[in-house]
């Protein structure tokens, strides 16, 4: 089936520091979405790319969506205590209403 | 206000009992989903059901049961036949797969 993996699994940096959060599909996808779990919390939606090679951004944050929408990344410039959470991408395939969660990566920041 | 409330918020099963969790939406979606997540990792998908009366197996369907009677309402049982049902349990709903919003989670443990 499909498999959504995310690169680091773990990332921990200076506050104001970047973080780039890497997501990979095992087969192509219609549409990329981005979500953030705050510590105790739930996931949020964040973004949805749907076209080859589209980028987006939200003031310090910029996804992309690769040319083969087989891939995507979570771009966060100089990051501050409130970005602290688990990013996660999800995906359905193509003809498939099923929304497969990546692993996540989770970023702690240290002040 | 919409959106999706699950119950209840903490939830102890003992060995051989069933226990079932509520999900409700007024948000008039017709998709719903039930997602599993283990602690430091991702969401796993255990049903999903993109009409009423009707539903489908997600990944980790085994042990589990679905009902989808009305449109709000996407109740999930945890069955005996679950042997490690410890974990943080989350419902959502969206429109045909984009955007999937979620309920505030219920956190099922075993006694």
């Known amino acids: 089936g499909q498999q959504v993996m995310q690169i680091p699994q773990y990332q921990h940096v200076q506050e104001g520091e970047d973080f780039t959060t890497y997501c990979n599909s095992s087969?192509?996808?219609?549409?990329i979405q981005w979500y953030k779990q705050r510590p105790g919390g739930h996931p949020v939606f964040l973004i949805q790319l749907v076209k080859s090679g589209e980028v987006k951004k939200q003031k310090r944050l910029t996804f992309q969506f690769g040319e083969a929408k087989k891939n995507s990344s979570l771009h966060i410039t100089a990051t501050q205590t409130t970005d602290v959470g688990t990013y996660f991408c999800a995906g359905p395939s193509f003809g498939n209403e099923k929304l497969t969660f990546g692993t996540g990566t989770r970023l702690t920041i240290i002040p | 206000d919409g959106g999706i409330t699950q119950s209840p918020k903490y939830l102890f099963r003992k060995e051989g009992q069933n226990v079932t969790l509520s999900c409700e939406q007024n948000?008039?979606?017709?998709?719903m989903y039930w997602y599993r997540q283990d602690p430091g990792q991702g969401l796993r998908l255990i049903y999903y059901s993109q009409i009423v009366n009707d539903f489908q197996k997600g990944d980790i369907a085994e042990g589990y049961s679905v009902s989808r009677e009305k449109k709000e309402s996407f109740p999930l049982t945890v069955t005996s036949a679950q042997k490690n049902p410890t974990a943080f349990y989350l419902c959502?709903?969206?429109?045909?797969?984009?955007?999937?919003?979620f309920g505030s989670g219920t956190q099922l443990s075993v006694l």
């Open positions: 959502a709903s969206s429109i045909g797969g984009k955007k999937l919003f």
């Open positions: 948000l008039n979606h017709d998709a």
């Open positions: 087969t192509t996808l219609s549409n």
